[in-house]
Nanobody, 124 residues
Framework: QVQLVESGGGLVQAGGSLRLSCAAS????????MGWFRQAPGKEREFVAA????????YYADSVKGRFTISRDNAKNTVYLQMNSLKPEDTAVYYC?????????????????WGQGTQVTISS
């Protein structure tokens, strides 16, 4: 049974930082590309960042480029999202997801497994 468990969310002031983690089990982690998505209240879930199974390639939404960094540790079956210079508009539930695709994907239908999400709230 595949499980993706996010952690690290919380409440921070604008300009602050958070590091999200997503621990995976039940799959061969090193063979999956991993992604982060987020969903704000009343809005659709949107792509944030993705990292290839080799960690060589990453892909970011324009809204987070230069502020967020995705990384992975295949030895720990964990993917991370370092979020700096946070803004109130970054407030959302953040989800990690795993994809069998060989290329980086920014659409939800490209991902096979999802976590339950972790809340990130940025105060102004």
């Amino acid at each position: 049974q595949v499980q993706l468990v996010e952690s690290g969310g919380g409440l921070v002031q604008a300009g602050g930082s958070l590091r999200l983690s997503c621990a995976a089990s039940g799959l061969i982690f090193s063979t999956y590309s991993m992604g982060w998505f987020r969903q704000a209240p009343g809005k659709e879930r949107e792509f944030v960042a993705a990292i290839a199974w080799t960690s060589g390639n990453t892909y970011y939404a324009d809204s987070v480029k230069g502020r967020f960094t995705i990384s992975r540790d295949n030895a720990k079956n964990t993917v991370y999202l370092q979020m700096n210079s946070l803004k109130p508009e970054d407030t959302a539930v953040y989800y990690c997801a795993a994809s069998r695709a060989l290329r980086l994907i920014r659409t939800m239908d490209g991902y096979n497994y999802w976590g339950q999400g972790t809340q990130v709230t940025i105060s102004s």
